[in-house]
T-cell receptor, first 110, second 115 residues
């Protein structure tokens, strides 16, 4: 089955850019998502990209997809303390049921 | 806010008991999925319901069962609770369209503790 890997922690200074990386194994993955989870809360959909796209930008968020390397990244520009959370990469194919990574804890310090 | 609500927010049970968790889907959505999120892990897919029928199931035993009602609200039932069932249970609703993308919108979850 699909396997999704993310690094567990990322620490950045407020105002810097954050880049969260994700790799996946199933080359037939069609939809790729980024979710944010704040402490004690459910998952908030941040953005998603179709596999026929290389890049998607949405305000401070930029998603890059390298299909050849099965690598997805999320860049957050001008990172703020309110961006501190766990970020989950998820991918799905024809079943539309996403497989999630373990999440990357983003810590933003002043 | 996604419009997906779940109840209760927290629950404590003992081993061997049964539990029912509830989810109200976002208006207009016809599909509901349930996930188990253990501490420090990503959500794991339990099953999905579409128009009141089970439409896919993850690697969970039969003591995990579900229902979807005509108004598209849903229940997750877990029998014979085990300590490892302690987790955050997430419900996600989506709109299944033929050939279309089905983004899932998550509720806040129910945190279950089994003692």
């Amino acid at each position: 089955g699909e396997d999704v890997e993310q690094s567990l922690f990322l620490s950045v200074r407020e105002g810097d850019s954050s880049v969260i990386n994700c790799t996946y194994t199933d080359s037939s993955s069609t939809y790729l998502y980024w979710y944010k989870q704040e402490p004690g809360a459910g998952l908030q959909l941040l953005t998603y990209i179709f596999s026929n796209m290389d890049m998607k930008q949405d305000q401070r968020l930029t998603v890059l997809l390298n299909k050849k390397d099965k690598h997805l990244s999320l860049r957050i520009a001008d990172t703020q303390t309110g961006d501190s959370a766990i970020y989950f990469c998820a991918v799905s194919g024809g079943s539309y049921i996403p497989t999630f990574g373990r999440g990357t804890s983003l810590i933003v310090h002043p | 806010e996604t419009g997906v609500t779940q109840s209760p927010t927290h629950l404590i049970k003992t081993r061997g008991q049964q539990v029912t968790l509830r989810c109200s889907s976002q208006s207009g959505h016809n599909t509901v999925s349930w996930y188990q999120q253990a501490l420090g892990q990503g959500p794991q897919f339990i099953f999905q319901y579409y128009r009141e029928e089970e439409n896919g199931r993850g690697n969970f035993p039969p003591r995990f069962s579900g229902l979807q009602f005509p108004n598209y609200s849903s229940e997750l039932n877990v029998n014979a609770l085990e300590l490892d069932d302690s987790a955050l249970y997430l419900c996600a609703s989506s709109l299944a369209l033929s050939g279309g993308e089905e983004t899932q919108y998550f509720g806040p979850g129910t945190r279950l503790l089994v003692l």
